[in-house]
């Protein structure tokens, strides 16, 4: 199977996306690597990439746009998968492989990973209890089939109040659309790196502080309580909007 991998960057140390990148390696899969800069292409990131795609201006929409056009692109080179790979995250050993094995046995659209929390340093600090994969997912813990890759555009046109979770908007159109969603084993094999200053607490000064974030990790279920809480009509007029009908 070949998949493609899209990872979209700003600003991100060139460590944390040379550690994505490794991991890549040995996942049992033909793996393409669709970095796209949004707004601030780098050079020795770009030295990384199978493909590197350039937008002409930065979005500072967590990386959505970006996952949407690097999406979109290997959408219409035909690959047989695509999945995403946030700037400061990277694959376990075995990850893909334990994805696209857990697709093809259930005959699904979509394959979804759990996800193991790590300090802004790369220590890990445990499972994430949050995201379970079928009722919440992580942007990097998404594989699609061919049959959902219609759910790319998604990234780009979920609603402002809600994008900064995009992923769990994009999880709600598969489900809407009654495309099938299989959680890919019981062990977390995903690793993300958490930015926020509260996730970090007590860590002490590390080279990477410049990038942490205020706020804490979003809570993933907060997504579909805005969608239920605005109510039948502008919802109505959200999908209008994004071409759900």
Known sequence: MRIAVVTPYSDE??????????????QGHAVAHILVADGRPDAEVAKLADQHIVLGRRHDDGGNVARMAGGLSAASQRFDAVTFLDAADWFLPGHLAGMVTALEAAGADVATARRVLHRIDGTPVGACRQVDGLRTA???????APTAFSAIALWCLVPQPVAGDAAQSVLGYLQGRERRIVAAGPSPTLAKRVRTRAFNAGLGATPWDAWLVDGDLPDPTAVARWWRDIG??????????????
Not at 232 to 244: K, M, N, S, V
């Open 232 to 245: 039948p009509e502008e919802r109505a007029r959200q999908f209008r909007r994004i071409g759900i009908h």
């Open 138 to 144: 992580d942007p990097s813990g998404i594989l699609l």
């Open 13 to 26: 140390p060139l460590e944390w996306l040379r550690q994505g990148h490794a991991s890549l390696a040995d």
